[in-house]
């Protein structure tokens, strides 16, 4: 399955060290393979049609997409700081998303 990973996500991603990098590119890489099959403690439904990727560990990287037409559009990516997601964080996923999808 083709997975689109927009622009700011891979600027976000490669500031990360080598190893983080690494790891959250082997979520997408699960994410291409698998799609919506994915799930706890992987991916996680956030609403409105978004989900998270969970990299665990120090940092907690998550990286928020969405199904536009059956293929996974990934949005954003950040570091979490705190037990939930900033709302602002979500908002923007999903204003994204909007964006790309129509």
Do not use: N
């Not at 997975?3 to 997408?28: E, M, N």
């Amino acid at each position: 399955m083709k997975i689109v990973i927009l622009d700011v996500v891979h600027t976000f991603l490669g500031s990360l060290d080598f190893p983080v990098r690494s790891d959250a590119y082997k979520l997408l890489k699960l994410l291409e393979q698998y799609g919506h099959s994915l799930s706890m403690p992987v991916a996680k439904p956030i609403g409105g049609g978004l989900w998270e990727l969970r990299l665990t560990g120090r940092p907690q990287i998550r990286i928020l997409y969405g199904f536009c037409e059956g293929i996974p559009i990934v949005v954003l990516a950040l570091r979490k700081q705190r037990s939930a997601l900033p709302r602002s964080s979500i908002a923007l996923a999903r204003k994204r998303f909007r964006e790309y999808c129509g």
